[in-house]
């Protein structure tokens, strides 16, 4: 942080002076060195250049990422504008096949530079379809140390808006082709506590749909145990299948994201009004709830397993005080040493010494908790905000946590917002006897013994649902957080005010009992194989027998198929069928896969009762359509197509024509094979959901989808609603020149952006 800001708040503050421990979140190395570094003052001042990442699975992104490349950069390479070179995106050098890139020229240029224009009207459609992620460059560090495989349970503590769940979705749909999804094995929960902002993420998810996702709605530091049937489990030979099949474990995740709420110091560059509300209070009041929530997390991970915990703030109180925290009160973790992790990425190190600011006045007078305590009158020590791990710890024991393990990111070290990251990974093995370890591995698990005192004496009882540790894991963290859950008492945390406390233990225990009587979504309910609707879709579409059939739902407690089908895949079925799904605060799982097809047309041609593939859950379905049940076309019938909402089917050229002509109407899949049309030609297949009516084709995919398509495939938006929109802009451009008006109108794209572009 700018020293000088530190400053002028002590000025206002009054009275106090300059202290031994010296400015606010001070390192030993700082005495020495000079801290007046101009870029990086500068650099924080400057807003930040705009970086997006080209999304969705691997072979599909390669697809896009070679068109960015090779047909809009050079175009984009030695453009001079009102006399100035302005420079072409650039790739950042650490992301993983270049997947990711940064440019920065203003607006202007953006708008009125042809060049830059139209790979701003790309951007633009392709952030709309969810191709492109504009997201801040160090906000995609999180989720690539995850390392995150289709395996995987995976969940994401802190999720909304949901960028980096993105990012973890994609991890999971590595195996994806570029037109068929595959139906991983693994889970991801993304999680938020504000019920608003899970709408946000299931938005964001719509974009890449999973089988595998669960959006759920709690606070991370108190989410519930997951259950899931023990089948794995190998009981004693003669436990009565009745009880044996009655057990269920916990379910354990394989990694954990813990992006968590944080004062948000890091991103200065983009939110000018921290500059005026920034306080170091913000990280103290913080600091509470980011142990709590990394401590839950460590409870739900599996052996062997990996957190990253990430905040987009500088302030040690929020980063490395919460990592020494929740190290030293759970056993068995430790920080991974990622140094080498991502060539390309500067940093620094964590902090291993710093002086945590006492109130908002920024007094730093305090080197020790022991020392602020003292200097209180006792009447107020009770009253105080502050607890021991708001300071470092001593020195040997910051050096054996290897604190300096953890990455921090300033913003003029590659021209990004400030960030941290620490990476935990959980031992493999059984816990060693803490007094067969060395002193501070000794320490750190007799306090976290100390801390989990009740339920280490008290076993719990399995009771009804008989929840146990996952099967294969063995592991007592779990079973004792079961037992606790909520009751937490690791060491030195600062306390909620009693009365918010009690509250929460009081809906916790309403929880525990089952579900929450105020959550108000619809329940899921799995549709019987044999379901006339389900088989219906099946037969029409033609799938294959190894589709998953029984892992169809619906969103109503009767199981009616009122609107859409959804489908997930075993894991996330176990879970719906294993846990109240009020308890769990579920707000959507699965992904859609088929609609009712609504409208007066269909009800005509009779088809009212038919379900339709969804653009969205056609990847899904693919790999399960028998092949001779999807049509061939080529780039010409893709033309027709886009050029008008509903073309008749005389005008399509054959053999399309006779094709589509001996199908029935309803839904259909299309596969558009790589071929030319004029001058333009499609490189790579595209599969597509298709309408047949009794005179006409629909190509369903949405409006904005399609003009994505479009741009890329003829270079200008060839579709009905481009064309109507420029005719518009001319009417009304003539019509207000006879008028004498001066209109501005919207530039190309803008109205529909998703990118916001700084000057
Ligand atoms: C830094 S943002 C997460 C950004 C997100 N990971 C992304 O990449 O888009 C922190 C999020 O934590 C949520 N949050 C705050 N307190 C929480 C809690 N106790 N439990 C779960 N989520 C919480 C906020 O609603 C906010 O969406």
Known sequence: MPRTKNKARRGRGGGKTQNRGGPNWRTDAVETVDMNNERFNNCLREPLPTTFRVAGSRQAARLLNDTIKETHVPHLAGVIFEGEVVSPPTQLPWYPDGLAWQFNVSKKVLRKQPEFKRFHSFLVFETEVGNISRQEAVSMLPPLFLE?????????????????????????????????????????????????????????SARLPSPALMVTNHDASIFPVIKIPSEQTIFPSGTKTRVANKRQHQLLFDRILCDVPCSGDGTMRKNPGIWKSWSPMDGNGLHGLQIRILQRAMRMLKKGGRIVYSTCSLNPVENEAVIAAALKSIPGFELVDVSNFLPGLVYRPGMTSWVPSVDRSVITDFATFQGYIQSLPESKREETKMVESHWPPAQAEAEELHLSRCLRIYPHLQDTGGFFVAVLQKSPGPLVEASALGSLEGKRQANAVEGLETSEVKKPKLSVGDVEPEANDGDDDAMLQDSQEGTESAPAIPSEPRAAASEKMKGKAKAKEGGDIHFKENPYTFMTSDDPIVQACITKLNLKSDFPVSNILVRNPAGDPVRSLYLTNDLVKDIV?????????????????????????????????????????????????????????????????????????????EPFRSMIESKPTGSHVVRFVPSQAGNFSLTHELVLPLWKSNASLTLMIEKKAKSALSLRVFGEDVTTVAREAAQQKRDSTATSVEAGVDIQGPEPGEDVSGIVIED
């Open 148 to 204: 995150v495989e289709p395996h995987h349970r995976v969940m994401d503590m802190c999720a909304a808006p949901g960028s980096k769940t993105a990012q973890l979705l994609e991890a999971l749909h590595a195996q994806d082709t570029a037109t068929a999804s595959s139906i991983p094995s693994g889970l991801l929960i993304a999680n938020d506590s504000d019920n608003r902002r899970t709408h946000l993420l299931i938005h964001q």
């Open 577 to 653: 069928q294993n846990n109240d799904y009020t308890r769990i605060r579920l707000m959507t799982c699965g992904t859609k896969v088929m609609g009712k097809q609504e409208g007066a047309a269909a009800k005509r041609e009779g088809a009212e009762l038919q379900f339709r593939v969804l653009s969205e859950g056609l990847p899904v379905l693919l790999p399960f359509i028998q092949p001779e049940s999807i049509i061939t076309a080529d780039l010409s019938t893709l033309k027709i197509l886009m050029e008008s909402y509903y073309p008749v089917i005389p005008g399509f050229p």
